[in-house]
């Protein structure tokens, strides 16, 4: 193992995107769930979201990437008040 | 601030050698929150910067956390960074030296020596420097305002070069090296800039087509590797240290190592202490020399890394030594700089006898007189192998 490659000085990581690689979705209290009959796909949630959770399909919002979803619950305060399609409810339940 | 130079040579005080270094230097970036007795720097350094005498972008900012804070953000994108601090101050940086050190960023900071609160106090010791001393900082100690100026070029050569990329802080005594005029040699603007070069960062959070990601989570599986990382560059600045000192002495006269002895060949007791009071140590020195006794000084310069096998070598002969520290380690037994010199000479064969002494907290005055009832316990100790004392306040 050439051990320089494996920890880059400093604990840079040398490249961009990794988080991709990595869950960080295995700590939710609360988890985001949609109403797709209210949502007008405006994609606010899909710009506020901090950890680019929000699922996208040909322009229209389809869901929640669950790997990396940290339950903030941003994307539901931040969908319009007039129609509030993101609910946030208790993992647990 | 104009400079009046005389065949080469300006009366200044330590933290205006310091901020014309900095203007010498002209780092990318500065985010700093004056202290006394630090204050002069960061004002002077200002002045340097209002006058457009500098490209440095100096960030005002509401704290010291702030500041290294800043710092570190700023050297992760890439800049040049310098900053200077006392006592509090550095006590507030804390949290973020040790995430300057363990990101591997090369900021080079200042830091005049101020005695910790409480009692609240404003003037010389080390206990603020002392205690940062496990943080992943080079430490360089400086006696004078020259040795200050000096170590302060070098030290963005140490901190910068690959083999080491580690922060670095140049120490100097709060008010006595401080605000003391002494007359300093200045070396050329141009020679200045040519000795630190142009920085290349490793990395630049700015570099958009080499994306990276600093300041990632690190578990069981890997923050051990990268301590020891860091722990094998800080081994491996003692030799740039060397290097660098040697390079600085060929090219402007004055050349620095580790450290410094004085008088300490065919010593039989010694005294081994840090910055302005070794200059005192030095007349104490002379006039036991002077009646025929055998004393000498050792005065490291470099305390981080410790050199530890360059230390008990220099002091492999004598008999006796005393360490004076201006710092207690409050652990019982004595300062920080005794228990690291007493450590290194455990490896001799033959050991000379190590004794404490804390003397000057708070900036209380170190005198001739002694450093000349310290050398007469350590040549008693060293004619008959029998410690009294082993540790003790001095100057009380
Ligand atoms: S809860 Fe937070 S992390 Fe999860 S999708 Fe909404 S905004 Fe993103
Ligand atoms: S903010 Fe609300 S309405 Fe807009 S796309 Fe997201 S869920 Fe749909």
């Known amino acids: 193992m050439d051990e320089r490659k494996e920890h880059p000085l400093g604990g840079v990581i040398p490249k961009g995107g990794t988080a991709h690689d990595y869950s960080t979705g295995g700590w939710r209290k609360l988890r985001p769930v949609l109403d797709r009959d209210k949502c007008t796909n405006c994609l606010i949630c899909w710009v506020m979201c901090p950890d680019s959770a929000i699922i996208t399909e040909d322009g229209k919002m389809v869901g929640f990437d669950m790997e990396h979803c940290k339950g903030c619950g941003i994307c539901a305060v931040e969908c319009p008040d007039k129609v509030k399609a993101i609910k946030m409810i208790e993992e647990a339940d | 601030m104009a400079i009046t130079m005389t065949k080469g040579q300006a009366g200044l005080t330590g933290n205006s050698a310091i901020a014309y270094a900095m203007k010498q230097i002209n780092p990318d970036v500065s985010p700093a929150y004056p202290i006394t007795p630090s204050t002069g720097i960061v004002e002077e350094f200002s002045s340097y910067v209002a006058d457009g005498a500098v490209e440095t972008e100096l960030i005002t900012v509401e704290s010291e956390h702030s500041a290294m804070s800043a710092c570190i953000g700023a050297s992760a994108a890439g800049a040049r960074v310098m900053t200077a601090t006392s006592a509090q101050g550095l006590a507030l940086m804390w949290e973020m030296l040790y995430v300057a050190s363990g990101m591997r960023l090369p900021i080079v900071l200042t830091d005049v020596n101020r005695a910790l609160s409480a009692p609240i106090n404003i003037h ?156 005192t140590t030095k007349v104490a020195v002379d006039e036991l020399r002077k009646q025929g006794r055998k004393v000498g000084l050792l005065r490291p310069r470099l305390f981080r890394p410790f050199p530890f096998a360059e230390i008990a070598e220099a002091l492999k002969n004598v008999k006796a030594l005393a360490v004076l520290d201006r710092a207690d380690s409050m652990s019982g037994f004595g300062g920080p700089v005794f228990n690291e010199v007493r450590s290194a000479l455990y490896e001799l064969e033959k050991r000379p006898r190590v004794i404490s002494r804390i003397y000057g907290l708070g900036g209380r005055d170190y005198k001739v007189k002694d450093a000349l009832a310290v050398f007469d316990d350590v040549l008693k100790i060293a004619a008959t192998g029998k410690v009294d004392t082993l540790q003790k306040y001095i100057t009380l």
């Open chain 2, 124 to 279: 010389c010791d080390h206990s603020d420097t002392m205690g940062a001393r496990d943080a992943g900082w080079i430490q360089l100690y400086s006696e004078t305002v020259q040795e200050a100026y000096d170590n302060l070029i070098q030290a963005v050569r140490i901190a910068e070069n690959k083999n080491v990329l580690l922060p670095a802080m140049v120490c100097l005594d709060g008010f006595i090296t401080s605000h003391a005029i002494e007359n300093i040699t200045l070396i050329d603007d141009a020679a200045v800039k040519e000795f630190v070069g142009e920085y290349r960062p490793v990395h630049s959070l700015l570099d958009t087509d080499n994306p990276v990601t600093m300041g990632a989570m690190t578990l069981q599986d890997s923050y051990i590797e990268f301590k020891r990382q860091q722990s094998e560059a800080m081994a491996r600045a003692r030799d740039v240290v060397i290097e660098v000192g040697r390079e600085f002495g060929k090219k402007f006269g004055r050349a620095y190592g580790l450290f410094e002895t004085y008088r300490l060949d065919d010593a039989e007791a010694a005294i081994v202490i840090l910055n302005s009071a070794a200059g």
